[in-house]
């Protein structure tokens, strides 16, 4: 095999690689049980944001009649996002998790030159996204209570609004987002993932504004993280552009569009896995006296570095994120997904032992 020198790889390679930190994910079962040497059935695992009661058992029946040999076809899963969103179809786009609706947004708005408007600490994939259209990220420090505290700067072409946010668990109004359409030539996507957990969503403000998106998810409340797929609400405009840019069959598969359409078919197995989980995230949040949140995790600040934090947790064999990977959020922030009861106590029943 001909090998080139470290020069020959490093002209092949896009430059942005070089601003980029790989994305950190919260850490796994398998990284956890050969690190501290404990049975997968004993961890709890708090750290992704992921939904404890998994999808509705009509997904996993769904699942066994999948025709592995041909290509998705997705049209009862659009079926299923209309008639949840109240949206036609043709303002639908889907993707391989939200992820990849971004990514093919970013491919179809941002180029070399422009520039994105990101409130920190955020989801770290809108900062990636930006990196690799060759476009500049601007951040913004969020304030106090971590709401919004500068208006998009004229020269961004996109802006990232997570609400609920990732990681504070705060959402932005309806006059607020309001505003800032009517006050920007930005494109504003607003990332939805964890919007049934929350009070109200502002999907309806895409019927009102053609610079909006609003991307949602079928990872959280409808407990399929694992099948990767997503979705958006766009205007026409974008929408079109989306169907020329995206990769074939969206990047969905087989699988994940018979899931989907699976678990869209039984709302209500979504919406008592929601009660569950706000309902154990508003005795978690009395309990240990924190900030409050419309997510399906909280923000703690905490007084050990986060990094030895999470390590003492990690020890018990519960993951929660350690938060230092998300820009601007500092040494001293973790996040923790509720769980089901019996998982919130063993966190509850750790957190007492080494907080207090
Ligand atoms: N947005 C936010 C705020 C998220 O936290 C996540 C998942 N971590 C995503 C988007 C991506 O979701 P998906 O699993 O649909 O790619």
């Not at 695992?45 to 058992?57: A, F, I």
Request: proline share 6%; glycine share 8%.
């Amino acid at each position: 095999m001909a090998s080139h020198s470290d020069s020959w790889r490093e002209a092949r390679l896009r430059p942005e690689l070089k601003f980029l930190q790989p994305y950190v994910a919260g850490k796994g079962f398998g990284e956890i049980s050969r690190k501290y040497g404990l049975l997968p059935a004993d961890i709890v695992k708090l750290g992704s944001n992921e939904n404890p009661y998994g999808p509705s058992p009509r997904a996993k029946e769904a699942l066994a009649s999948v025709a592995m040999e041909r290509y998705p076809e997705p049209e009862e899963l659009l079926a299923g996002l209309a008639s949840y969103t109240g949206f036609p179809e043709d303002m639908i786009l889907l993707g391989a998790g939200m992820d990849g609706v971004m990514d093919t947004l970013t491919r179809i708005f941002l180029d070399s030159g422009d520039a994105s408007f990101i409130p920190t600490p955020t989801f770290s994939y809108y900062e990636i996204l930006t990196i690799m259209a060759s476009a500049r990220p601007i951040f913004s420090p969020r304030g106090e209570r971590h709401e919004l505290t500068e208006v998009v700067p004229a020269r961004a072409k996109m802006a990232f609004i997570c609400s609920p946010n990732n990681p504070t668990g705060n959402v932005i109004g309806e006059q607020e987002l309001r505003a800032m359409l009517e006050s920007t030539d930005a494109l504003v996507f607003l990332d939805e993932a964890y919007v049934e957990f929350a009070e109200r969503s502002l999907i309806h403000l895409v019927r009102e504004y053609d610079n909006l998106i609003v991307g949602r998810t079928l990872s959280k409340a409808f407990g399929l993280a694992g099948m990767r797929l997503g979705y958006a609400l766009a205007p026409n405009w974008i929408a079109e552009q989306y169907r020329r840019a995206a990769p074939p069959f969206y990047g969905i598969s087989s699988a994940s569009a018979a899931a989907g359409a699976a678990a869209l078919s039984d709302l209500p197995f979504m919406r008592r896995s929601v009660e569950r989980i706000v309902s154990e995230r508003e005795r978690l949040v009395r309990e240990i006296e924190c900030g409050c949140s419309q997510a399906n995790f909280l923000y703690l600040r905490t007084e050990l570095s986060s990094h030895q934090l999470v390590e003492k947790f990690l020890s018990r064999g519960i993951i929660i994120r350690d938060c230092r990977s998300f820009r601007g959020a500092g040494e001293h922030q973790v996040r923790v997904t509720v769980g089901t009861p019996e998982e919130n106590r063993r966190f509850l029943s750790a957190y007492r032992e080494i907080c207090r």
